[in-house]
Protein backbone atom coordinates (compact mmCIF):
# COMPACT_ATOMS: atom_id res chain seq x y z
CA UNK A 1 0.00 0.00 0.00
CA UNK A 2 1.41 3.82 -0.71
CA UNK A 3 0.58 6.18 1.58
CA UNK A 4 2.43 9.54 0.32
CA UNK A 5 0.56 10.56 -2.62
CA UNK A 6 2.54 11.92 -5.11
CA UNK A 7 2.62 15.93 -4.77
CA UNK A 8 1.00 18.15 -6.56
CA UNK A 9 2.53 20.31 -9.33
CA UNK A 10 0.62 23.07 -8.08
CA UNK A 11 -1.05 22.96 -3.96
CA UNK A 12 -4.35 23.37 -4.32
CA UNK A 13 -6.78 25.12 -1.60
CA UNK A 14 -8.60 21.96 -0.02
CA UNK A 15 -11.76 21.80 2.10
CA UNK A 16 -11.83 18.31 3.57
CA UNK A 17 -15.57 16.95 4.26
CA UNK A 18 -14.94 15.13 7.45
CA UNK A 19 -18.16 13.08 8.63
CA UNK A 20 -16.26 11.88 11.61
CA UNK A 21 -15.55 8.56 10.34
CA UNK A 22 -12.61 6.89 9.29
CA UNK A 23 -12.40 7.26 5.57
CA UNK A 24 -12.60 11.04 5.52
CA UNK A 25 -10.43 11.62 8.13
CA UNK A 26 -7.90 9.26 6.34
CA UNK A 27 -8.66 11.33 2.95
CA UNK A 28 -7.71 14.60 4.50
CA UNK A 29 -4.68 13.77 6.12
CA UNK A 30 -3.76 12.01 2.62
CA UNK A 31 -4.27 15.60 1.15
CA UNK A 32 -1.97 17.12 4.03
CA UNK A 33 0.89 14.80 3.17
CA UNK A 34 0.46 15.16 -0.78
CA UNK A 35 0.98 18.77 -0.15
CA UNK A 36 -2.28 20.30 -0.07
CA UNK A 37 -3.48 23.64 1.80
CA UNK A 38 -5.95 21.70 3.62
CA UNK A 39 -9.30 22.74 6.26
CA UNK A 40 -11.54 20.71 7.87
CA UNK A 41 -15.58 20.86 7.33
CA UNK A 42 -18.33 19.07 9.19
CA UNK A 43 -21.46 19.44 7.77
CA UNK A 44 -24.45 19.74 10.66
CA UNK A 45 -27.39 18.25 8.44
CA UNK A 46 -29.40 16.99 11.65
CA UNK A 47 -31.48 19.87 13.55
CA UNK A 48 -32.40 17.15 15.95
CA UNK A 49 -30.21 18.39 19.52
CA UNK A 50 -31.16 14.27 19.91
CA UNK A 51 -29.14 13.23 17.06
CA UNK A 52 -26.42 11.06 19.02
CA UNK A 53 -24.78 8.18 18.02
CA UNK A 54 -26.52 6.14 21.61
CA UNK A 55 -29.17 4.47 19.93
CA UNK A 56 -27.91 5.96 16.35
CA UNK A 57 -26.85 3.91 13.04
CA UNK A 58 -26.22 7.30 10.80
CA UNK A 59 -22.98 9.58 9.94
CA UNK A 60 -24.16 12.75 10.99
CA UNK A 61 -24.48 13.19 14.69
CA UNK A 62 -23.49 15.31 17.39
CA UNK A 63 -21.00 13.16 18.34
CA UNK A 64 -19.41 12.83 14.70
CA UNK A 65 -19.10 16.38 14.45
CA UNK A 66 -16.85 15.87 18.00
CA UNK A 67 -15.01 12.86 16.61
CA UNK A 68 -14.11 15.22 13.06
CA UNK A 69 -12.80 17.74 15.21
CA UNK A 70 -10.79 15.64 17.34
CA UNK A 71 -9.19 13.93 13.67
CA UNK A 72 -8.41 17.53 12.53
CA UNK A 73 -6.41 18.51 15.71
CA UNK A 74 -4.44 15.58 15.27
CA UNK A 75 -3.81 16.47 11.53
CA UNK A 76 -2.83 19.88 12.33
CA UNK A 77 -5.92 21.50 10.11
CA UNK A 78 -8.21 24.29 11.08
CA UNK A 79 -11.53 23.05 11.36
CA UNK A 80 -15.09 24.60 11.06
CA UNK A 81 -18.82 23.29 11.02
CA UNK A 82 -21.53 23.96 8.93
CA UNK A 83 -25.14 24.27 9.63
CA UNK A 84 -26.26 23.14 6.51
CA UNK A 85 -29.66 21.11 8.20
CA UNK A 86 -32.05 23.42 6.28
CA UNK A 87 -30.95 22.48 2.82
CA UNK A 88 -30.48 19.27 3.74
CA UNK A 89 -34.11 19.04 5.02
CA UNK A 90 -35.47 20.79 1.67
CA UNK A 91 -33.37 18.49 -0.96
CA UNK A 92 -32.49 15.44 0.69
CA UNK A 93 -35.30 14.25 3.25
CA UNK A 94 -38.37 15.92 1.97
CA UNK A 95 -37.37 14.44 -0.97
CA UNK A 96 -37.04 11.07 0.57
CA UNK A 97 -40.53 11.07 1.60
CA UNK A 98 -42.49 12.36 -1.40
CA UNK A 99 -40.96 9.81 -3.48
CA UNK A 100 -41.85 7.27 -1.07
CA UNK A 101 -45.78 8.81 -1.06
CA UNK A 102 -45.22 8.51 -5.12
CA UNK A 103 -44.85 4.90 -5.03
CA UNK A 104 -41.00 5.00 -5.81
CA UNK A 105 -37.80 3.97 -3.83
CA UNK A 106 -34.91 6.71 -3.52
CA UNK A 107 -31.72 6.77 -2.80
CA UNK A 108 -30.98 9.25 -0.42
CA UNK A 109 -27.66 9.18 -0.25
CA UNK A 110 -27.35 9.46 -3.80
CA UNK A 111 -29.46 12.48 -3.55
CA UNK A 112 -26.93 14.60 -0.51
CA UNK A 113 -24.27 13.83 -2.71
CA UNK A 114 -25.79 15.56 -5.67
CA UNK A 115 -27.18 18.25 -4.05
CA UNK A 116 -25.36 18.57 -0.41
CA UNK A 117 -21.57 17.82 -1.15
CA UNK A 118 -21.24 18.48 -4.27
CA UNK A 119 -23.71 21.33 -5.31
CA UNK A 120 -24.21 23.60 -1.81
CA UNK A 121 -20.57 22.58 -0.15
CA UNK A 122 -18.88 22.80 -3.34
CA UNK A 123 -20.36 26.13 -4.75
CA UNK A 124 -19.87 27.93 -0.94
CA UNK A 125 -15.74 26.13 -1.10
CA UNK A 126 -15.52 27.55 -4.61
CA UNK A 127 -17.35 31.37 -3.25
CA UNK A 128 -14.35 31.21 -0.41
CA UNK A 129 -11.47 30.46 -2.97
CA UNK A 130 -11.19 26.38 -2.26
CA UNK A 131 -9.85 25.07 -5.01
CA UNK A 132 -11.54 21.60 -4.62
CA UNK A 133 -13.73 20.02 -1.91
CA UNK A 134 -11.54 16.34 -0.74
CA UNK A 135 -14.18 13.45 0.92
CA UNK A 136 -13.30 10.23 1.86
CA UNK A 137 -15.67 8.18 -1.36
CA UNK A 138 -13.93 5.44 -2.48
CA UNK A 139 -13.81 6.08 -6.14
CA UNK A 140 -10.92 7.68 -8.78
CA UNK A 141 -10.70 10.45 -10.73
CA UNK A 142 -8.47 9.97 -14.18
CA UNK A 143 -7.18 13.35 -15.44
CA UNK A 144 -6.43 13.06 -19.34
CA UNK A 145 -3.72 14.94 -20.94
CA UNK A 146 -6.16 17.25 -22.71
CA UNK A 147 -7.15 18.14 -19.24
CA UNK A 148 -10.67 16.48 -18.60
CA UNK A 149 -11.52 14.59 -15.72
CA UNK A 150 -13.01 11.29 -15.97
CA UNK A 151 -15.03 8.98 -12.99
CA UNK A 152 -13.76 5.89 -12.48
CA UNK A 153 -14.42 2.85 -9.58
CA UNK A 154 -12.11 2.66 -7.32
CA UNK A 155 -9.07 0.34 -7.31
CA UNK A 156 -10.59 -1.43 -4.15
CA UNK A 157 -14.09 -3.06 -6.15
CA UNK A 158 -14.82 -4.27 -2.63
CA UNK A 159 -15.22 -0.11 -0.83
CA UNK A 160 -16.32 0.81 -4.34
CA UNK A 161 -18.65 3.77 -4.28
CA UNK A 162 -18.68 5.36 -7.33
CA UNK A 163 -22.25 4.39 -7.67
CA UNK A 164 -23.27 6.72 -5.13
CA UNK A 165 -20.95 9.39 -7.26
CA UNK A 166 -22.54 8.93 -10.52
CA UNK A 167 -24.73 12.41 -10.26
CA UNK A 168 -21.37 14.40 -10.54
CA UNK A 169 -21.08 16.50 -13.47
CA UNK A 170 -18.03 17.50 -15.40
CA UNK A 171 -17.69 20.35 -13.24
CA UNK A 172 -17.82 19.00 -9.87
CA UNK A 173 -15.56 16.60 -11.64
CA UNK A 174 -13.07 19.22 -11.65
CA UNK A 175 -13.36 20.40 -8.32
CA UNK A 176 -13.24 17.21 -6.36
CA UNK A 177 -10.50 15.10 -4.72
CA UNK A 178 -10.54 11.26 -3.78
CA UNK A 179 -7.74 10.61 -2.22
CA UNK A 180 -8.83 6.70 -1.00
CA UNK A 181 -10.29 5.46 -4.09
CA UNK A 182 -6.53 5.39 -6.54
CA UNK A 183 -4.86 2.71 -3.77
CA UNK A 184 -5.21 -1.08 -3.32
CA UNK A 185 -6.55 -0.53 0.12
CA UNK A 186 -8.55 -2.34 2.33
CA UNK A 187 -11.05 -1.23 4.71
CA UNK A 188 -8.20 -3.12 7.36
CA UNK A 189 -5.38 -1.03 6.10
CA UNK A 190 -7.23 2.28 6.25
CA UNK A 191 -7.90 1.63 9.83
CA UNK A 192 -4.44 0.22 10.74
CA UNK A 193 -3.46 4.09 8.57
CA UNK A 194 -5.51 6.26 11.00
CA UNK A 195 -4.01 3.87 13.81
CA UNK A 196 -0.35 4.86 12.53
CA UNK A 197 -1.28 8.61 12.51
CA UNK A 198 -3.34 8.65 15.87
CA UNK A 199 -6.59 9.22 14.59
CA UNK A 200 -8.89 7.67 17.55
CA UNK A 201 -11.76 7.20 14.59
CA UNK A 202 -9.36 3.82 13.56
CA UNK A 203 -11.80 1.68 15.32
CA UNK A 204 -14.79 3.28 15.06
CA UNK A 205 -17.53 1.00 12.73
CA UNK A 206 -18.98 2.39 9.54
CA UNK A 207 -21.96 4.07 9.20
CA UNK A 208 -25.19 2.35 7.68
CA UNK A 209 -28.59 2.69 6.90
CA UNK A 210 -30.35 6.18 6.46
CA UNK A 211 -28.47 8.92 8.29
CA UNK A 212 -31.46 10.61 9.37
CA UNK A 213 -33.24 7.87 10.87
CA UNK A 214 -31.55 7.11 13.79
CA UNK A 215 -33.28 3.68 14.61
CA UNK A 216 -33.38 2.47 11.03
CA UNK A 217 -37.32 1.87 11.05
CA UNK A 218 -37.90 3.49 7.71
CA UNK A 219 -41.49 2.42 7.76
CA UNK A 220 -41.77 3.37 10.72
CA UNK A 221 -40.52 7.26 9.84
CA UNK A 222 -42.53 7.39 6.68
CA UNK A 223 -45.91 6.53 8.34
CA UNK A 224 -44.65 9.46 11.51
CA UNK A 225 -44.69 11.62 8.46
CA UNK A 226 -47.65 10.16 5.80
CA UNK A 227 -49.75 9.07 8.57
CA UNK A 228 -51.70 6.01 8.41
CA UNK A 229 -53.10 4.99 5.12
CA UNK A 230 -55.43 1.82 5.07
CA UNK A 231 -55.26 -0.06 1.39
CA UNK A 232 -55.45 -3.44 -0.35
CA UNK A 233 -52.71 -5.96 -1.16
CA UNK A 234 -54.29 -7.58 -4.25
CA UNK A 235 -52.60 -10.53 -6.35
CA UNK A 236 -51.90 -9.90 -10.54
CA UNK A 237 -55.53 -10.65 -11.02
CA UNK A 238 -57.10 -7.70 -8.77
CA UNK A 239 -57.70 -10.51 -6.14
CA UNK A 240 -57.47 -8.59 -2.55
CA UNK A 241 -55.58 -11.01 -0.38
CA UNK A 242 -54.89 -8.57 2.30
CA UNK A 243 -54.73 -4.88 3.68
CA UNK A 244 -52.00 -2.77 4.84
CA UNK A 245 -51.91 1.01 6.70
CA UNK A 246 -49.92 2.55 4.32
CA UNK A 247 -48.47 1.83 0.72
CA UNK A 248 -45.39 3.91 1.16
CA UNK A 249 -44.36 1.27 3.07
CA UNK A 250 -43.32 -1.27 0.89
CA UNK A 251 -40.56 -1.93 -2.50
CA UNK A 252 -40.31 -3.47 -5.52
CA UNK A 253 -39.36 -6.89 -4.37
CA UNK A 254 -39.97 -6.96 -1.29
CA UNK A 255 -41.21 -10.55 0.40
CA UNK A 256 -40.81 -10.13 4.38
CA UNK A 257 -43.66 -8.04 6.17
CA UNK A 258 -46.62 -8.22 3.65
CA UNK A 259 -48.92 -9.68 6.13
CA UNK A 260 -51.19 -11.87 3.60
CA UNK A 261 -53.05 -14.56 5.59
CA UNK A 262 -53.22 -16.91 3.23
CA UNK A 263 -50.27 -19.15 0.96
CA UNK A 264 -50.59 -18.39 -3.19
CA UNK A 265 -51.88 -21.65 -4.18
CA UNK A 266 -48.88 -22.54 -5.38
CA UNK A 267 -47.40 -22.69 -1.86
CA UNK A 268 -44.48 -20.21 -3.36
CA UNK A 269 -43.87 -16.76 -1.64
CA UNK A 270 -44.94 -13.60 -2.90
CA UNK A 271 -43.21 -10.54 -3.68
CA UNK A 272 -43.76 -6.97 -3.97
CA UNK A 273 -44.53 -6.61 -7.76
CA UNK A 274 -46.62 -2.91 -7.81
CA UNK A 275 -47.35 0.45 -5.67
CA UNK A 276 -50.06 2.42 -6.96
CA UNK A 277 -50.49 5.44 -5.00
CA UNK A 278 -53.39 6.67 -6.73
CA UNK A 279 -55.79 3.84 -5.21
CA UNK A 280 -53.60 3.17 -2.51
CA UNK A 281 -52.99 -0.52 -3.97
CA UNK A 282 -50.03 -2.62 -3.37
CA UNK A 283 -49.89 -6.09 -6.15
CA UNK A 284 -47.51 -8.92 -5.34
CA UNK A 285 -47.26 -11.88 -6.86
CA UNK A 286 -44.42 -14.62 -7.95
CA UNK A 287 -40.78 -13.94 -8.23
CA UNK A 288 -40.70 -14.51 -11.80
CA UNK A 289 -42.69 -11.27 -12.01
CA UNK A 290 -39.87 -9.46 -10.93
CA UNK A 291 -38.14 -9.84 -13.75
CA UNK A 292 -38.15 -6.41 -15.87
CA UNK A 293 -35.83 -6.76 -19.78
CA UNK A 294 -35.71 -2.81 -20.12
CA UNK A 295 -36.60 0.78 -18.02
CA UNK A 296 -36.66 4.25 -19.18
CA UNK A 297 -35.03 6.52 -16.63
CA UNK A 298 -35.37 10.40 -16.72
CA UNK A 299 -33.15 13.26 -15.57
CA UNK A 300 -29.67 11.84 -17.08
CA UNK A 301 -26.66 13.50 -15.70
CA UNK A 302 -23.57 12.97 -17.14
CA UNK A 303 -19.98 12.61 -16.02
CA UNK A 304 -18.54 14.64 -19.17
CA UNK A 305 -20.48 14.57 -22.45
CA UNK A 306 -23.53 12.66 -23.14
CA UNK A 307 -23.43 9.46 -25.02
CA UNK A 308 -24.00 10.11 -29.05
CA UNK A 309 -25.37 8.15 -31.79
CA UNK A 310 -28.04 5.27 -31.26
CA UNK A 311 -27.71 2.08 -28.87
CA UNK A 312 -24.19 1.72 -27.01
CA UNK A 313 -23.40 -1.25 -25.21
CA UNK A 314 -22.54 -0.61 -21.14
CA UNK A 315 -22.53 -2.08 -18.06
CA UNK A 316 -25.10 -1.07 -15.60
CA UNK A 317 -25.59 -0.83 -11.27
CA UNK A 318 -28.61 -0.29 -9.88
CA UNK A 319 -27.95 -0.45 -6.25
CA UNK A 320 -24.92 0.91 -4.10
CA UNK A 321 -24.11 -2.41 -3.23
CA UNK A 322 -25.11 -4.79 -6.12
CA UNK A 323 -23.19 -5.82 -9.26
CA UNK A 324 -23.52 -4.87 -12.93
CA UNK A 325 -25.25 -6.23 -15.78
CA UNK A 326 -24.62 -5.78 -19.44
CA UNK A 327 -27.04 -3.24 -21.22
CA UNK A 328 -27.85 -1.44 -24.30
CA UNK A 329 -28.71 2.01 -23.45
CA UNK A 330 -29.52 5.32 -25.90
CA UNK A 331 -30.64 8.96 -25.25
CA UNK A 332 -34.14 9.77 -26.64
CA UNK A 333 -35.26 12.86 -26.28
CA UNK A 334 -33.65 13.63 -23.66
CA UNK A 335 -34.75 10.23 -21.76
CA UNK A 336 -32.25 7.25 -21.01
CA UNK A 337 -33.48 4.07 -22.75
CA UNK A 338 -32.08 0.77 -21.69
CA UNK A 339 -32.51 -2.86 -22.39
CA UNK A 340 -30.68 -5.52 -20.41
CA UNK A 341 -29.12 -8.52 -22.60
CA UNK A 342 -30.46 -10.83 -19.44
CA UNK A 343 -33.69 -10.01 -16.65
CA UNK A 344 -33.17 -8.54 -14.07
CA UNK A 345 -35.11 -8.89 -10.59
CA UNK A 346 -36.56 -6.15 -8.44
CA UNK A 347 -35.41 -3.00 -10.19
CA UNK A 348 -37.86 0.00 -8.85
CA UNK A 349 -38.68 3.53 -10.29
CA UNK A 350 -36.89 6.03 -7.92
CA UNK A 351 -33.90 4.10 -7.89
CA UNK A 352 -30.59 5.24 -9.83
CA UNK A 353 -29.32 3.55 -12.81
CA UNK A 354 -25.60 4.54 -13.16
CA UNK A 355 -23.98 3.14 -16.43
CA UNK A 356 -20.23 2.35 -16.98
CA UNK A 357 -17.81 1.97 -19.66
CA UNK A 358 -15.41 -0.20 -18.09
CA UNK A 359 -14.30 1.38 -14.85
CA UNK A 360 -15.28 4.79 -16.50
CA UNK A 361 -18.45 6.14 -15.18
CA UNK A 362 -20.83 7.26 -18.07
CA UNK A 363 -23.43 8.80 -16.36
CA UNK A 364 -26.98 7.96 -13.70
CA UNK A 365 -30.59 8.59 -14.29
CA UNK A 366 -33.58 7.89 -12.32
CA UNK A 367 -35.82 5.01 -13.13
CA UNK A 368 -38.94 6.31 -14.13
CA UNK A 369 -40.86 3.30 -15.59
CA UNK A 370 -39.94 -0.27 -16.34
CA UNK A 371 -40.89 -3.29 -18.37
CA UNK A 372 -41.20 -6.79 -17.92
CA UNK A 373 -39.25 -8.96 -19.02
CA UNK A 374 -41.46 -10.89 -21.69
CA UNK A 375 -42.67 -7.74 -22.65
CA UNK A 376 -39.33 -6.28 -23.37
CA UNK A 377 -38.84 -8.99 -25.91
Known amino acids: MTENLPRPARPLRVLAA ?15 EAGHDVTGVHLALSANPQSFR ?9 EDSRDARRAADVIGIPFYCWDLAERFREDVVEDFVAEYEAGRTPNPCLRCNEKIKFAALLDK ?5 FDAVCTGHYATIVVG ?18 YVLGVL ?25 AERRGLAVAKKPDSHDICFIADGDTQGFLAKRLGKAEGDIVDESGSKVGTHDGAYGFTI ?21 DISPVNNTVTVGPAESLDVGALTAIRPRWCGNPPA ?12 HGGETEVSAELVDGELRVRFTEPVRGVAPGQAIVLYDGTRVVGSATIATTTRAAAAV
Not at 125 to 129: F, M, P, R
Open 253 to 273: GQRKGLRIGHPAPDGKPRYVL
Open 309 to 320: GGPAAYTAQLRA
Open 125 to 129: ALALG
Open 145 to 162: EDGTRELHRASDMAKDQS
Open 18 to 32: MSGGVDSAVAAARAV
Open 169 to 193: DEKQLAHALFPLGDTVTTKEEIRAE
Open 54 to 62: TGARGCCTI
